[in-house]
């Protein structure tokens, strides 16, 4: 939501993919590069959970972007090149429709009155974007972790439109252990105390809840090994040192950027993207994960994943190449040798820089 | 705390290993099998954290214990050659003096006014009990988990005082990654509306808290890989489902779990033994692990790890291991192939057993 973002407001009905509707919605997205004149050179580029469309800097918007060192001039997702668009997933709090915007209705945010919110509508949103634009093939699309999802979201609701498809660290559906992960996010927003079934307000915000399941995130988003080279056993001197509370220097590591955190995103927010990343399942409807790359891709796709990522396993990468090679694309499959875990692919630029630049040809 | 439980009461001060002291301790234990005529049949078994003295069924008491196939005539520890000993931990609320223990000084339950435990205590509470017993060498001591870190504990306080020793998906201490665990663990319990600084009662208990501890714990006791086979994307229908609640199999196994043990267990016992566990070093003072060894023991040691355990990962294990060996001990080490993470040792007793009884002879 800085100085570069754009919004498509669209004062229509969109129908959500598991019912109910929103009787308005507004798609926050951003840009880079330009379009050319046969219009094929779009990159769409969906991100994860928490992430605004703000991926890169401009010079309307100096501030790094979320993937800063990959888009820009020169950079592996060269905009030199390339149109490169960055969508707030509908269901955020970065600009685009989602439980803590008004209801038109009521007056009121939506909160726990949002109907529930499914990946494959975050991929629609974006769509109509893409209409808006006049843009009806992309050079290629490309996301991270929930940002995945949202590819195949895109796939299964819009075959033939693209021309190379990028999977980062994701899968084609969550493990139990991911989907216990995010319960215990979720259960302890909602138990807290400020959260009140949804009627949190900002004097009394559900803080504790939201601390808790952004650290709980954290420790599923890197590795044992990497916290064991960065932090071992060192003591802590910022915060009071306390018994039971922070001693280690790996505990004022995550109440440090927890707090960061807490005020940044709206805990309904939270909520629904979570959800909605355990309900997603590319083979939800009778087809295989062969069959649904079969019917809507031909091309050059790209899967990367790490062998410390706990959230999203390097199986669920391999599943996925398996299935795009076997439905016939060309697939460059990369199992990464980085120790930073889920979020390798947020850090690590020197291991997914070059494959991702060598896959956009 | 069943019919078979043994407690020794004294009444003189129990300095702890941190400063502050107890001025009298209970120590609850239980035992199978007999002591023989030289006294020198003996096993220590230290227990993970909460488990009670109970480890084995027997006459007295029928019930299961926490390692019933692991421990009887004929088992892997078997009692009829040797007498086993089990300790409830100090710090506990299973028998054993511990946070929820009456301070005599007050009349009112110790809670946060209990001084900070070690695991050095655990061990010399231990003591204790073998002191009242006459024993004065062991045949063997062995723990799994926290029970593992009580082993070492021992050797270090109590050099050459047993001719085997067994580590169990142990480790010499924590990492930054089981801290951060047990630090959130600690922090949804302390923040719980009805922790009230430890002066929660019966009727306003901090279930929530305790609950999603119990569930982050078990998260962390087993494995992706287990859970995949077990649950995959199941759903339950034993909860009502809601959206941000349970519809999954995997969030209805955990709820029903964690149910159980929230009644169960007293939250500061919980603080407590969480935090010693997050502080034991075997290495706090100068010495080296090879050091405390050579120092501490000659004899046969058993180390045992399972490859899904992220809580005490393998390569912890392989570092005690090679202390062990270099320090001139024979070494049994086992990596064992169990999917079953760090809870293995609670429930696979086709891989644990067998090692478990060679090393016995």
Known sequence: MGPATRYLNLSRPFLMYRGGELPEIRVAWESWGKLNASGDNAILVFTGLS??????????????????????????????????????????CMGSTGPASINPATGQPWRLKFPELAIEDIARAARLVLEHLNIDRLHAVIGPSMGGFTVLAWLKQYPGTTGRVGLISSACSATPFAIAIRSLQREAIVTDRNFRNGTYTEDEWPEVGMRLARKLGMITYRSSSEWQRRFGRSRQDYFPATLFGMRFEVESYLETHARKFVGQFDPCSYLYLSRAMDMFDACDSDETLKGLFRRSFTGHALVLGVDSDILFPLHQQRDLAGALEASGSEV????????????????????????IREWLG
């Open 51 to 92: 992430p605004s469309a703000h991926a890169a800097s401009s010079s309307e918007d100096p501030e790094p972007g979320w993937w800063e060192r990959m888009i820009g001039p020169g950079r592996p997702i060269d905009t030199d090149r390339f149109f490169v668009l960055c969508i707030n997933s509908l269901g955020s």
């Open 332 to 355: 460059s499959f990369h199992a990464l040798p980085s120790v930073q875990g889920h979020d390798a692919f947020l850090v690590d630029f020197e291991s997914f820089g070059p494959p």
